[in-house]
């Protein structure tokens, strides 16, 4: 069997909005505590985080607490096939990730909600945040939707699987640009589809592992007989 230290050296990577969930976290405040209308007046005025933070300010002004966002967001819809996968991935020992400008406390909600939030070793939310070479030999999985996650996948190395949503930004842009990604690309659609493809990787890492460990010990026995035969010799 393949030890949890080896499969430590498999890190998965997710975007969070419209990847773990099927939405995107601001806009569903925005249109689940009332707020549209003034969003969708200042959205050709401002940048969005600058945006996001004026319709807080006007939740805020409207009385609704910290406490009230917090319950909307746990009203998110997450795919069930989703939650088994993150969950499947962390028990086999993977380092799961998610890097994604979406807000930080967005995230850590619903991930609680669910009872993901141990899943994940680290939550960044620089997008571009990939330090792919100070990495060592690890294998990278990357799950993203957008735009900002294609220019993520170009720091991954051949050795590496890229996992896009099909018919979303990045599928269009890699579409045009394949040449460019050096990781292996295996696109989903659905939940369903990405444990399917998700734990299919797995599997074969997992194969390729085993496979290599029976070489290495296969090594080491031989190793053995020559050391043991040497010390007769010369007994």
Not at 23 to 47: K, R, Y
Not at 68 to 77: F, G, Q, S, T
Not at 116 to 143: H, Q, V, W
Request: glycine share 4%; hydrophobic share 40%; with cysteine.
């Amino acid at each position: 069997a393949v030890s949890g230290v080896a499969m430590a050296r498999v890190v998965i990577v997710f975007d969070f909005d419209k990847t773990i969930i099927d939405c995107d976290s601001d806009n569903w405040i925005v249109d689940e505590l009332g707020v549209t209308q003034l969003f969708t007046q200042l959205l050709p005025t401002l940048p969005w985080n600058s945006l996001m933070d004026r319709m807080l300010m006007e939740l805020h002004s409207q009385g609704k607490t910290i406490e009230v966002i917090a319950e909307c967001l746990k009203k998110v819809p997450l795919n069930p096939r989703i939650i088994s996968s993150i969950k499947s991935a962390h028990a086999s020992g993977c380092d799961l990730r998610i890097v994604s400008d979406a807000n930080a406390f967005f995230i850590e909600t619903i991930l609680k909600h669910h009872g993901l939030i141990n899943c994940f070793s680290e939550i960044n939310t620089n997008p571009s945040f990939i330090d792919r070479e100070a990495e060592g030999n690890k294998r990278f999985i990357y799950l993203g939707d957008g735009s900002a996650d294609f220019c993520a996948s170009l720091k991954l190395e051949g050795g590496d699987f890229l996992m896009p949503r099909k018919d979303f930004p990045i599928w269009e842009i890699i579409c045009t640009n394949q040449r460019l990604i050096k990781a292996s690309i295996h696109e989903w659609s659905n939940g369903e589809d990405l444990e399917t493809t998700l734990l299919k990787l797995l599997n074969s890492f997992f194969l390729e592992e085993e496979k290599s460990s029976v070489r290495t010990d296969q090594l080491v026995e031989v190793d053995c007989k020559f050391l043991t035969s040497s010390i007769i010799t010369y007994a």
